[in-house]
């Protein structure tokens, strides 16, 4: 019991130190009249958007609260509340901080690159605190309320509702928004990045806010509170061997994690006079050993033995090499992102169709290291060892999660600089700041994904054994069919996300070419465009396109459960997180590479910014965008969801 | 005894009809001087290749061979030579005809389009007959000389090989040589397709045969062995109850299904003067319809009931159910490729864009068609049931073979009417034609890709009844880790198929760029481009290729088998087929689609020809060609490949 109250003193601890992050941005000064001016514009586009999101979501909320109060009891359908909630809460509050944080690094960096560094990643903290400590929270209080970590599955259920809606939703404005942008602006027009004549640049920054801050907060959320659920659910069922220690564990581990990784984001403090991505990979490094420390300790104190510890140690070193083949396949210095580069010296075809093949045979390598932890977690402690190594993973999400909402602010805070017509010097301390954010973010993704796929077999391992499903054949044809309708579901379920977002983004160009047509003096910068009618674009095609592919996601298991029976969701469960793993890599890897083959042309290489080589460089990035900042990290949750949900209704089944 | 006579009967019927085609094919005339030249430079580019190809594949079929011969004993050994010759053979003597068919077909268009499409057809029918000639002659033979079906999974290893080969490196040829012509030809040049003064014309013109001719020929021949063989091991292993019949049938239904189909082809004879689609269709019906009818009759006579033929039912009908699906997603006149061709409109990107998304999406309605006749097969024969539906979408392999191979026979006579300066008359009666062949192709596409899907389910569950794997769990670590790898392997695949397309390609861009700059006159047509050139870069490009992947796919199993054990191979085999089928039926409807919608924009819609619009289509097009002609129809081989070889490995795992 002892080591379970951990977890409230930790996340209390993680909420006030949100709270004094957010304090320290807010003292922050804010700038310039014009500077204050486009960032309300950023702040209203963004929370209308978020508020409007919530609107929609609390209309599926209270539908599926009061089937599952009806179908499995109050409790059920409390915690699925609670857990809608403190996403949206999580989400809501990091996002307010951070498109307070942009305008305030923007002001910081017209005094040098240290104080615009701070005051973004504390913006960036914020976000993650928040994350880790509303998550452990919730879990834990409903534990102690119900005694049983099946009572609060429904909570991983609200939270992975959320995290699905505000990944789709957010993705889908974001990119929808960037692509516009770009296709219509740079490409067409041959005017700069967050130029202040384009019509779409507003909805654009306040894109990077809802998708990549509060859409990928509300993602991690759900990740976090998927594994503790995992670890508990299999300590109960599935480890007998360990007692009530196999239950209170993760609780104390994730606590261990929280306290590390503010100690991480202090010590980024203590350094801040290196290059920014060090000082940023310290406070990570930093991070992980001490909690790889807290691990050894508590599983030696909790289980007299160092099993689970290295359990959680091959999740840990996992996430690493992990992070390195990250940065192998997206890292312009490096033989892939060179190739597409290269390769656009032929036109945007074959610029797309290296980065495609370069992002699908990618996939490899992260499935590969994925196995070999499994088989050693497994080794060393059986199927807790799984969770447990998933849990390792998620245990300095904290930092990852600041660190990731960083990348956000920094490129708004370019952006704030561009229109306000702030000192070159000062655009370029941004962008330096910005590059620094995009490497970051690529990390970040690869870790999202892995940890996901990492977690969400051990959440189908719990369904098989929470539905006694343990001694099911693999040639059972009902799991034959339930594994090709999960594997196919990853490809319906992106190919919705790429139709919303290519059709916005249509949309937008369509807006921002008649703008420039119709608005006289808009290209040579003497009148200005109407931003508003972009950000209202994105904004309805967003709620529109999240609802579909977010209903099928919670469908598929039900129909699928109750008309071909329990078994087939097993196979579903298996044959969606086969498939999605693999695509999400592809998506994520391809994205990035393209991204950063663009900017490696920008750099000066193969002809430079304008070129032929370049123009079809931009054209492989906007492909790209879709795919690593919507469909992508959108498969995250879908297979998250997936498993819960089952999960849930599997007595019933 | 007595039904399988039929089979050696059927099959040298078949063999014999494919010489009275070849030699109807021979009668027809060559046309003028310069068409001769142009046939007679695409024949020896296509036979040049065709035999290297065979070289360099003969190294690895002798040395599989020896390793067999020691492993698995010298009838094993003597199977897998035989396969992989008879392979070769079907494909060479195939293309042979069809590079003959070509000219004679441009010469028979002076004269009408019935003509023509009957010289095309007769030259397609050549293949068609001696793929399914030699199939079930093959697997005859060698049952009649061992007397157990699994003496002649040999025979499917070493057609499979040769077919895995044969598609990738034709698929590469073909794409490399078309998207390097189009792209410095078409896009930059702005001259028309199959102009002579593009340096990549007769490239392109060879590739559609290596690749759409021969490779397309082996890939259906290895389906057809493997849909034979399954039904016949499923016969042995699976279904006692119906005893030495049960692998009688298997051969006597694929004779049906030879008489119906040479009847079917007979009938496009009788009727051409019908529109050519309506008289292909016709023959494709009358087939189906016939072979219906005569496993009506072999089921009720062999087994004394309906219930197998319940099953092969089952899987014409959703044959014919997934055709359907195919004209939806990939025609002209429906929603999907209408709304890629009006998101052409805001450029290639959203274009590219729209392509991937309904291609993603389009996966989803085939596998819930799979599936229900898989339910259905199940329910009437049990897992001998499941292997009849594949055999029963095979059954009429002929014609469809036939109807295939027309395409690139007719869009070869368009090459060379262009080429040659006929009367543009004689060009809109092949343009015609090839229009037919477009739509026939991407049946045809569907058709081989769900026979593929079906066909490899039925080998996987001979696979794990072989190896006694009928107990294993879903939840079993090994059989998890082996669903991961199976499934990223189609990613990886893919990946390299596409890289070496893009890579070829990109040489071929240059090259023509070259010539149009260093030849002067070229592009007024006073000089002569040096066609040879071109030719060299895709021949050894596709050399050099076509090794990993295949070498890949026969490695990955054996390693995977000897490392972690036949449960892991059996969760490899089943993930990597839930992974595939989707991918491939994703890159085959994108690919036609996007294909489809440059098309209808050429015909004058949305600016027709020469707009912005019509050349974001050509990119899309670029891209979708090696989704659909080279990476989607080698995850066909793949599946069927990955199953032959571990049922063949099974006993030493």
Redo the contacts between chains.
Sequence with gaps: MAYELLAPIASIFALLFAAFSAWRVHKGETGTARMNDISQAIRDGAMVYLRKQYQTIAIFVAIIAMALGLALGAFTALAFVTGAIFSALAGYIGMAVAVRANVRTAQAARSGLSGALMTAFHGGTVMGMMVVGLALLGVYLLYLASGDPFEVVGFGVGASLVGLFARVGGGIYTKAAD?GAD?AGK??EGIPEDDPRNPGVIADLVGDNVGDVAGMGADLFESNVGSILAAMLIGVIGATEYGREGVSFPLAFQAAGIFSTILGILLVRAWKEAHPQTALNRGIFASGILVTIAACILAQEMFGGLNVFYAALSGISAALVLGLITQYFTSSDKPPVRAIA??S??????S???G?????????LP??V??GA??LA?EFAGVYGVAIAALGMQSIAGIIVAVDAFGPIVDNASGIAEMSGLDPKVRRTTDALDSVGNTTKAICKGFAISDAGFET?ALF?VY??HAN?????????S???G??????LP??F??????A???T??QM??EIRRQFREISGLKEGRTKPDYTRCVDISTSAALRNLVAPGLMTIAIPLVVGFTLGPEAV??LL??SI??A???AI?MAYAGTAWDNAKKYIEEGHLGGKGSLTHHAAV?GD??GD?FKDTAGPSLDVLMTILTTVSILFAPLF
């Design positions: 692509i296709l490409v067409e290269k390769s010296r032929a036109g945007s075809a074959t797309i169709l290296t495609l093949a370069m992002g699908m045979t990618s996939a490899g499935v590969v994925i196995c499994i088989i497994y077999i391992l098989m054994l499903l343990d001694t099911v054949l693999l040639t059972t044809p799991v034959i069919i594994l090709f309708i999960g594997g196919v490809f319906v992106s190919g919705l996300c790429l139709q977002v290519g059709k983004a249509f160009v369509e097993g196979g298996i044959g086969v498939t793993f693999p695509m592809f054209i906007t492909i879709s």
